[in-house]
């Protein structure tokens, strides 16, 4: 038991936690976003780890020098308290957008596969009720629940198995096979689907062994990324070059590659199971919405989850059209790269703080 | 004994008129004792006042006969009343003949009170005997190996069974009196040096803390203190078995034991040990693995086989292979229900079965099964009202609902498959696996004594996956589970 009854999350919590935040509905079209550089796709979950890892280190810096704090009271601290709020604002915003979009992704997935010819809201409400409980238990149940979560979902990686039977493993050469645009376009498509481990951010106060935390996270990030490279390795095997391009959801082909004697279509099966995937993930948005409107009325409770929930609902529900919706959530997760960055940005400021203060 | 030979031989020198002065006097401070007492247990017809005369005057007896055996009174009482009273003024504890109050609540617990008219002395016999149940074996928990004896409703006949099996002057119980109106005698079990005492101070806190009328059974005391009430989970074992008590005391944890109720109430315990029987240490350790996941696997297939068929029916019959399909459809083709429908006429039929069965009388039990295993199984779906393979679900799931050794989680077990055939109908798979996604969520969140209740899962100790699902050799478990969170040596 701790004194301290902020710190809760043991090493193995932090790993997990890192792990499970970044895996959503990302991985299951990952092969299609980076299709663009063909085959060597199989390369770019590395090169994806190499730049969280990169991006990682600037969010530790600036967190271990608030130790107590979190990313919103951080930026209150060092931008001061009214920019502090503004931006926190901006950030519970940006939070919802990003709750909807991934809500709205899996759900019409889940709409085409598992639930055809059926309305989605009401899944959509039962899917919010279950996520706010999962949040009202704190950072620490999110926690238990992204190991449980992996746990249960790592089986999937078995269903690969025929693919890999079937598979060519020569489709991953020629090495380099792309230019430079390519590579570009398929990057920033990419590196969305590993967007998450920006969380660390605000739940940093809670890490029992910080000096570790960077460790943990590394670890975590990891793990997500061996995932996502046998993935795209197998689907390179598997499908060829247009096939990866035009295939929607090609991983979810993947699982069915195989014949089973009692199950048929196996990919309704783990679109459902992804649910945990992609429940973990979103709790850990909701927490940190929740972290960030805390912050800016200075007082916690239960019912700003629902707030929140509610909020994101309304967003899921605007009546437009559904290419103006797509585009939306596509920028926002364009947002993303400025949460990535915005450590750099902090740092910056806090440094000139520090020296005026000199 | 010596002193009260003296004592009497003392009084005896008295001159005859001061006695006889002092007698009168004494009398009537007596009876107005006597009233008093007579004025308090006045509609309490088991009372019985007796006046018996001995060497030392005028004795006044007052017991309780609901609470006190004839031969207990014979022996303790009246035997040493006649021939060796020095003997009654050794054991007997004196107390205050003004204090009513005491002299009522001493009678109501089976004490035996003799008023000494001469003295003015009232003296208290603790003469509590009924009769009580004799050692029998669980009819609830049987098991095949091991010990046969269990608990009865007697709490000293339960502290016993368990300090004959630790012999140790580290095992301490510790009494309280709980029940506002009733109260009852409790007491709380533990190894001193084992047991974690931050555990301790949280059970004995929780149970000073009651404010509740009377304790019927443990269980309703065990409701009262458990961590999260609104949960369908137990979050503490109990057993009627004094082999499990003394294994579970053994690893650090606490047994708490009431009066009047055969089940003890083990704390904390785990998810998992929900599963867990004490027969799994008497077993070789392979066995014993495959039962445990027989077990363990039981419960999720008992909440997910039936809901299965719901979904997979209602919303993807493309999951099923062309030739399952066809079958399953072939077997519902006359029923005109839908499957939630049908799945919730079976499942009721079946809670209908077994809660009458265990209501019926023992005798008119038989008929229980003929009439639900031909009658209603098999004409049910010969009327086609429901399917063949759905029947064959449900028997199987009823069946698995029974593995657990814990009566009360094969409950909650038949309650949780009701949200998740709810679920299943209303989203199908999706609607399953959110279901299945709450369940994991509320099992990680509740605590047991504020240890998490999943906890070999979330792991405390590495040493606890050697005694979980597969039981590692007897040799090997030599560390305390993490959930009970032992003291270090």
């Known amino acids: 038991m701790n004194t301290d009854k902020r710190k809760v999350l043991n090493g193995y919590h932090v790993v997990f936690l890192a792990q499970n935040l970044i895996i959503g509905t990302g991985l299951l079209s990952l092969p299609q976003k980076i299709s663009a550089v063909g085959y060597s796709q199989w390369m770019l979950p590395i090169v994806f780890g190499i730049m969280a890892t990169i991006t990682l280190w600037p969010m530790i810096w600036i967190n271990s020098k608030y130790p107590q704090e979190n990313l919103f009271s951080i930026n209150e601290k060092v931008l001061g308290k009214w920019m502090g709020k503004i931006v926190n604002s901006l950030f519970i915003v940006y939070f919802v957008f990003i709750l909807a979009s991934l809500i709205d992704n899996y759900m019409l997935l889940m709409q085409t596969t598992a639930l055809a010819e059926h309305s989605i809201t009401l899944p959509i409400v039962f899917f919010l009720l279950v996520l706010v409980y999962i949040v009202n238990g704190g950072i620490k149940s999110i926690a238990r629940f992204c190991i449980m979560s992996f746990f249960l979902t790592i089986l999937l990686l078995f269903f690969l198995r025929w693919s890999i039977e079937k598979g060519e493993l020569s489709h991953i050469f020629p090495l380099f096979n792309f230019n430079w645009t390519e590579l570009e376009g398929a990057m920033r498509k990419g590196f969305m689907s590993i967007l998450g481990y920006e969380l660390i951010m605000v739940y940093f106060p809670y890490i029992i062994s910080q000096k570790k935390a960077f460790k943990h996270t590394v670890i975590g990030v990891w793990i997500s990324i061996t995932i996502y490279f046998i993935t795209t390795l197998v689907s390179v095997m598997y499908y060829s070059e247009w096939q990866l391009k035009h295939i929607d959801y090609s991983v979810l082909n993947l699982l069915k590659a195989g014949n089973l004697s009692f199950v048929e279509r196996i990919d309704v099966l783990g679109v459902t199971l992804w649910i945990f995937l992609v429940l973990s993930t979103t709790a850990g948005y909701l927490w940190a919405s929740k972290k960030s409107l805390e912050s800016l009325l200075s007082k916690s409770k239960h019912y700003h989850s629902y707030i929140l929930v509610a909020a994101v609902f309304l967003v899921m529900m605007i009546p437009i059209e559904r290419e103006y919706k797509e585009k939306l959530f596509e920028n926002i997760f364009y947002v993303s790269f400025l949460m990535i960055l915005w450590p750099l940005f902090l740092i910056v400021v806090h440094l000139i703080k520090k020296k005026q203060v000199r | ?489």
């Open chain 2, 1 to 489: 004994m010596k002193i009260g030979k003296l004592l009497r031989a003392k009084m005896g020198t008295s001159s005859y008129e001061k006695v006889q002065s002092e007698e009168r006097a004494n009398n009537q401070k007596a009876l107005q004792t006597i009233n008093q007492i007579k004025e308090h247990v006045k509609h309490m017809s088991d009372v019985v006042l007796k006046d018996i005369a001995t060497v030392e005057g005028i004795v006044t007896i007052i017991h309780c006969s609901s609470l006190v055996e004839n031969m207990t009174m014979q022996n303790m009482i009246f035997t040493p009343l006649a021939n060796h009273l020095n003997q009654i003024h050794q054991d007997a504890e004196v107390i205050d003949s003004t204090d009513t109050e005491k002299i009522v609540s001493n009678i109501v617990v089976g004490h035996t009170l003799l008023y000494f008219h001469r003295k003015n002395l009232l003296l208290s016999m603790d003469t509590f005997s009924v009769s009580t149940r004799a050692i029998s074996t669980s009819e609830v928990e049987s098991t095949v190996m091991g010990p046969q004896d269990s608990f009865t409703e007697s709490l000293q006949t339960n502290i016993s069974l368990i300090k004959r099996r630790i012999q140790n002057p580290k095992l301490k119980n510790e009494d309280r009196i709980i029940g506002t109106e009733t109260n009852t005698k409790m007491s709380i079990l533990y190894m001193e040096h084992i047991v974690n005492q931050e555990n301790l101070e949280k059970v004995k806190s929780r149970i000073d803390k009651l404010d509740y009328p009377g304790y019927p059974d443990i269980s309703i005391l065990k409701q009262l203190i458990e961590d999260n009430p609104l949960s369908p989970f137990p979050q503490f074992y109990m057993t009627v078995k004094p082999d499990t008590a003394m294994h579970y005391l053994l690893d650090g944890r606490i047994v708490i034991l009431m009066d009047n109720s055969q089940e003890v109430v083990i704390c904390p315990t785990s998810f998992f040990e929900m599963f867990v029987s004490i027969e799994d240490y008497y077993n070789r350790w392979t066995t014993t693995s495959l039962l445990r996941m027989l077990r363990f696997g039981g419960f999720f297939l008992t909440i997910m086989m039936t809901p299965m068929y719901i979904s997979t029916l209602t919303f993807h019959p493309e999951i099923l292979p062309y030739e399952l399909l066809v079958n399953l459809q072939e077997s519902r083709s006359k029923v005109p229900f839908s499957p939630l429908l049908e799945v919730l006429f079976i499942e009721l039929i079946i809670e209908v079965l077994r809660e009458a069965g265990s209501r019926m009388p023992a005798k008119v039990g038989q008929t229980i099964g003929i009439v639900g295993g031909i009658v209603i199984g098999t004409a049910a779906v010969e009327a086609g009202l429901v399917s063949n393979i759905l029947v064959v679900l449900v028997a199987i799931s009823a069946l698995l609902s029974f593995l657990s050794p814990t009566f009360v989680m094969s409950n909650t077990s038949r309650f949780i498959r009701y949200i998740f055939i709810l679920s299943a109908g209303l989203f199908g798979l999706f609607g399953q696996m959110l279901a299945f996604a709450w369940l994991i969520s509320h099992l990680l969140i509740i605590n047991s004594l504020d240890t998490p209740f999943m906890t070999p899962i979330i792991p405390r100790k590495a040493s606890d996956l050697l005694n979980s699902l597969i039981r590692f050799p007897t040799s090997y478990l030599k560390e305390k589970m993490g959930i009970s969170r032992a003291q270090k040596k």
